[in-house]
């Protein structure tokens, strides 16, 4: 997905919002958003929101000198969806259609996303999401995926978004490879936030060598391309993961809460819908051609 | 008010909106997000927010050759307002306390903001605001003032808050002198918004000589600057009076709905917060020294 003009106004937020994590000083901050206009002059007309904002993140650690300016803001996400995880997980044991519930489920987490906004509700947003029907239903051909596939890679998002995760992981029926970002930027999860979140008792955790959020294959390492490559049932949790990977044919299924209107425009969906998308099912089609 | 740099992204909102009012292509649209961003890295330190909302709608008048991108805005508001004038007028002649009524109401009217949000709820705002309590109460203030003047200035702000300006003006004791902008920008109100309004049956209109939101004193006309020098009581609604003016030793009194963070936090009141603030009563601590 291309980069909207409305999504600069989103860069400048996050850029003052990054700074301001890192103690920036009100100069320190000016420079930051002056620096970030400069960039958003120069970018590539065909550059996807994730990529710039990778540029602008790393701006901000490295002037800043901060390695992770959202680490406290991560650590307080996955506590607050772990003090969750046993009522998640009663709640999917007690659905007439578990998986259903843990889709939904993995979608709810998904409104924690410092990227979008600087604050949420979470258990409010728990029981919006697991009531609220989908305005884009692929669960019916992810079970059929489901049958044709024996492994899932996993593509995460955010830190304490992974406890949702873990939830939808532990009802699958495959073994999962999760994928999770090689360095910090914003509060997407590294593989320490998704140790955190205990993701290493249900799946394999492995980093996509990217500091980028989403899946900007071209930043991605040669061994996490292969898997991506390889793998016969993708599931992609949130925004970025969408703007990065929705122009791509792969059997990627997209999990997502549409936060912002550029996202519900671009999906045709209202702001605030959850979405479930499946792929339109190569395999099926070139089996019957 | 100094412009923070939580205004930018306001401001990169405002151009792309005014930019598509006035029929912009994508292309045209991109030009002026760019150009703005560009006259935002060379934004005076001192600079009020609405001495750059000022350029920035020049800018899109001017690329765009629209002389008033707002104009069916305006004239949609100000009917909508007008269908609510005599419930208005009835609830302020109902109340046990009409000027505190009426200043209320014309508080509501603020809601009506182009520069601050793309879309506001005009019932619900007024139901909200004539029940709300003051943040900042200097209702008792303002009638020791109106007992004090003769005459009232009273800087307008938006097309259709006008209408609720009416009902205000209507119970004022003083002859009015309703000031609007020489020149359109964003939705603010010129001379023919306040006459469709219906202003001139209940006040002088008079213009201010600028085109920037709020009154920016430097950029008024001689004739206005006299004017509000001389005044004993002037009465300035909306944000961007009280971002150009709030700095000044004058018997203003703001009347406002703090509807941004920055606002809100330079008023040291919550976001939604209504808002009559008093000046500092200099008349009277100088006939007692």
């Known amino acids: 997905m291309k980069t909207y003009l409305d999504c600069h106004r989103c860069f400048l937020r996050q850029a003052l919002s990054a700074a301001r994590r890192a103690g920036a000083s009100p100069e320190e901050q000016r420079l930051v958003l002056l620096q970030t206009m400069e960039r958003l002059q120069s970018l590539a007309a065909d550059a996807t929101p994730p990529e710039m904002a990778e540029v602008i993140h790393r701006l901000v650690r490295t002037r800043m000198n901060d390695p992770d300016p959202y680490r406290q803001t991560k650590t307080d996400a996955t506590e607050q969806a772990l003090a969750l995880l046993p009522q998640l997980r009663e709640r999917v044991q007690a659905a007439a ?162 936060k912002c209107s550029v996202i519900a425009d671009e999906l045709g969906v209202s702001q605030g819908a959850i979405v479930l998308k499946a792929p339109e099912e190569p395999t099926r089609t070139r089996a019957t051609a």
């Open 97 to 258: 259609n578990p998986l259903d519930l843990a889709v939904r489920v993995a979608i709810a987490g998904n409104i924690i996303d410092q990227g979008v906004a600087e604050t949420f509700e979470l258990e409010a947003t728990v029981d919006r999401v697991l009531a609220q029907p989908f305005a884009i239903d692929g669960l019916s051909a992810l079970r059929r995926a489901l049958r044709r596939t024996n492994s899932i890679l996993y593509l995460a998002d955010n830190a304490g978004e992974t406890v949702f995760d873990r939830v939808l992981i532990e009802n699958s029926p495959h073994p999962v490879s999760y994928v999770v970002k090689a360095e910090p930027v914003i509060n997407d999860a590294t593989r320490d936030d998704a140790l955190g979140a205990g993701l290493a008792e249900v799946a394999e955790i492995i980093d996509n060598g990217s500091a980028a959020p989403g899946t900007v294959l071209a930043r991605c390492s040669a061994p996490f391309r292969e898997r991506f490559e390889g793998a016969s049932l993708i599931v992609a949790t949130g925004q970025a993961n969408y703007e990065t990977l929705s122009g791509l044919t792969a059997p990627i299924f997209f999990l997502l809460q549409a």
